[in-house]
């Protein structure tokens, strides 16, 4: 006599896993990823731009942690230029922070997440 209701395979559709095992590794793979997390945070990417004329660090949160400006690109004649190299370097550091971001969490390979 056939049994009625429940799943069939006794889980429904798990491929038999046991659903504490599942439970089990999706906590450590959440642990891994905020470790991942916590790490990529602490971490500090620099970027130049202006052949060094300008220098930017920021953390692995995206905050500019330092900017510097080189002297000779200060011209009060020409303040767009610098903004520019501003803007582009500090755009080169968080590309980085997100490409740090795309390697580090990307090996989780979790289907709609990124």
Do not use: H, W, Y
Request: hydrophobic fraction near 40%; charged fraction near 30%.
């Amino acid at each position: 006599m056939a049994k009625r209701g429940g799943f069939p395979g006794g889980m429904g559709g798990f491929g038999g896993m046991n659903m504490n095992n599942i439970m089990k590794q999706a906590k450590k793979m959440q642990e891994s990823m905020e470790k991942s997390q916590e790490e990529l945070a602490q971490k500090e990417f620099d970027a130049t731009a202006g052949g060094g004329a300008i220098s930017v660090k920021v953390s692995g949160e995206k905050v500019i942690k330092e900017i510097k400006i080189q002297k000779d690109v200060v011209d009060p004649e020409d303040v767009e230029m610098l903004q520019d190299l501003i803007i582009t370097c500090v755009n080169e550091a968080l590309r980085k922070v997100d490409a740090a971001q795309a390697s580090e969490l990307g090996k989780f390979n979790i289907p709609g997440l990124m």
